[in-house]
C-alpha cells in the first residue's frame, strides 16, 4: 500500500487489551461532513449480534450527522428497511436476474452476474462520499464460499475505490479465513480501506500475517458495546448454593463451512447441551435458553427443549421465549444469573449485562473477548467441551458472582470510553 493509500495519518495508538486508546483530538485539517454515506454488511439475515452493529452506527450517524442520506448495502434490504427505517439495497443485483438473462449468467459460469454486480456497485458508490463497513465478523469465511460475501466485499471496496469514496471499517472481525482465494478477496478489500479498526488483536494480528500494512490500524472494542443496555432487576439468588437461573445460548452449529452432512458434529453439540441442561435442573437450578439469530430458534424449541423436556425434576423450570433482537436477547439475559453461550454477541449481550459468562466458541473471538474480561479460564471450544468441566465452572461462577460481576464492569467502562473516543475520530476524519 502506497503512503497516499495509507490508513488517515495519526500516531499509532495502543490496543484496549494493553491501556485505553488515545485519538489525537486533531488529526490535520477536519474534513467537510459526508453527505451520502452507505453502510455495507449481512443485515436484514435475522442475526441479531450484526443488527447490533448496524443500530449502533445509525444511531451515531443521525445524531451527528442529521442532515446525511444513508443507505445500507445488505443482504435483506426489505427487513432492514423496516426494523430500521433506513432505504437500502441489495448487496447482490444479480439474483434478481430472470428469464433468459439467468440463463446466460449460469451457462456463462456466473460471471455475467458478478460483472452486473460490480457495475452497480460502481453506479450506487459514485454517488455517495463514504462506505462504512461497521463491525461484524465480516473478514472470515464462516459458512462462505469464496464467491458469497469475500468477492462481494472485494467488488463493494474496488467500486467504491474508483468512484472516489472513502472506505471505512469499524471495529470489525477478522479471520480465520481457511479458504485461499476468500483470503485473496477479503484481505484484497481491507487493503483498499482507508480507516481499519479491529475488535479485537488477533483480528489485527490476522491481518498483519496476511500482508495488510497495521501498523496505522486501532483495536477497539465491539461496536455492540457501544449499545445501551436493559434495567437489570435485582436478582433474589445472592448467595452460593440457592436456586439460580442459567441462561444456555443455543446455535445451529453444523461446522465451520456447515457442511456437517452427517449431523455429527452439531448432534454431538446438541447431546451435550442437553446432558448439561439435565445436570443444572437435578442441582435444582432454573434454565432460561437464549437465541442469537432467528435461525436458531428451532434448534433451541425443536431440538434441544425437546429432548430435555420429557423428564423434568420436579420444581424445575425451562424457559424459552421469542427474540426478536438483541435488545429482546439483553432484556432475557437480565433475567439470568450466569450465562453459558455459543455465539459472539450472546457473549456479548451476557457481559453488557454484567453476568458471569462461560463461552463454548467456534471461533478465536470468543476466547479473545473472554481473556480481555479476565475470565479466559471460562472459554472453550463447541466441539470439545467437557459438561463436567461446564457444571463445576457454573458452582465456581455462583460463589463469585458479586467479584466476577465488578471485574466485567471495570472493563466495560473501559470499553465504553475506548469506543466513545473512536467515533470522535472517526467524525473528525472520515464523516
Known amino acids: 500500500m502506497t503512503q497516499g493509500d495509507a490508513v488517515l495519518e495519526h500516531a499509532p495508538c495502543e490496543t484496549h487489551q494493553s491501556a485505553p486508546q488515545r485519538y489525537p483530538a486533531e488529526t490535520g485539517s477536519r474534513r467537510a461532513p459526508a453527505r451520502r454515506i452507505a453502510i455495507f454488511g449481512l443485515f436484514g439475515v435475522g442475526n441479531h449480534g450484526n443488527e447490533g452493529s448496524l443500530e449502533v452506527v445509525l444511531e451515531m450517524l443521525r445524531r451527528e450527522r442529521p442532515d446525511a442520506e444513508l443507505l445500507c448495502v445488505c443482504a435483506g434490504p426489505a427487513r432492514v428497511a423496516v426494523d430500521h427505517k433506513i432505504a437500502g439495497t441489495l448487496i447482490w443485483p444479480s439474483r434478481n436476474l430472470a428469464g433468459w438473462a439467468l440463463t446466460l449468467h449460469r451457462m456463462l459460469l456466473r460471471v455475467p452476474g458478478k460483472l452486473l454486480d460490480l457495475v452497480a456497485a460502481f453506479r450506487i458508490m459514485r454517488r455517495h462520499d463514504v462506505l462504512i463497513v461497521p463491525g461484524t465478523g465480516i473478514l472470515d469465511d464462516f459458512g462462505e464460499r ?5 468477492l462481494s466485499i472485494f467488488l463493494w471496496c474496488l467500486a467504491a475505490r474508483a468512484a472516489g469514496a472513502r472506505i471505512c471499517m469499524i471495529s470489525i472481525g477478522a479471520g480465520p479465513i481457511g479458504n485461499r482465494l476468500s483470503r485473496f478477496l477479503m484481505v484484497s478489500g481491507a487493503r483498499l480501506a482507508h480507516f481499519r479498526s479491529y ?7 490476522f491481518m498483519t500475517e496476511a500482508g495488510v500494512d497495521t501498523s496505522q490500524d486501532c483495536v477497539t472494542p465491539d461496536l455492540v458495546f ?7 432487576p435485582v436478582n433474589s439468588a445472592i448467595g452460593g448454593g440457592e436456586r439460580l437461573t442459567i441462561g444456555v445460548g443455543v446455535m445451529g452449529y453444523r461446522g465451520w463451512y456447515g457442511d456437517d452432512a452427517g449431523g455429527a458434529v452439531f448432534a454431538n453439540y446438541m447431546e451435550k447441551l442437553a446432558r448439561f441442561i439435565r445436570c443444572l435442573t437435578a442441582s435444582g437450578h432454573d434454565v432460561r435458553l437464549l437465541v442469537g439469530d432467528s435461525g436458531d430458534d428451532h434448534v433451541a424449541i425443536e431440538t434441544l427443549l425437546a429432548s430435555v423436556k420429557d423428564d423434568p425434576p420436579e ?7 421469542p427474540i426478536a433482537s438483541l435488545h429482546d436477547l439483553m432484556r432475557q439475559i437480565a433475567q439470568t444469573d450466569i450465562v453459558v453461550a455459543t455465539r459472539f454477541h450472546n457473549i456479548v449481550g451476557a457481559l453488557k449485562m454484567g453476568k458471569p459468562t462461560i463461552s463454548l466458541g467456534y471461533a478465536r473471538k470468543n476466547d479473545a473477548l473472554m481473556g480481555e474480561m479476565g475470565l479466559a479460564a471460562y472459554a472453550h471450544h ?10 463445576r465452572q457454573v458452582a465456581d461462577l455462583a460463589t463469585r458472582r458479586a467479584e466476577v460481576a465488578a471485574q466485567i464492569a471495570a472493563r466495560l467502562n473501559a470499553f465504553r470510553e475506548q469506543l466513545r473516543l473512536q467515533e470522535q475520530r472517526l467524525l473528525s476524519d472520515c464523516l
Open 199 to 205: 475488535r479485537d488483536q488477533i483480528s489485527k494480528d
Open 226 to 232: 457501544r449499545m445501551p443496555t436493559p434495567d437489570r
Open 146 to 150: 469464496p464467491t458469497g460475501m469475500p
Open 382 to 391: 463447541v466441539e470439545h467441551f467437557d459438561v463436567g468441566t461446564l457444571i
Open 315 to 321: 420444581g424445575a423450570a425451562m424457559a424459552v421465549e
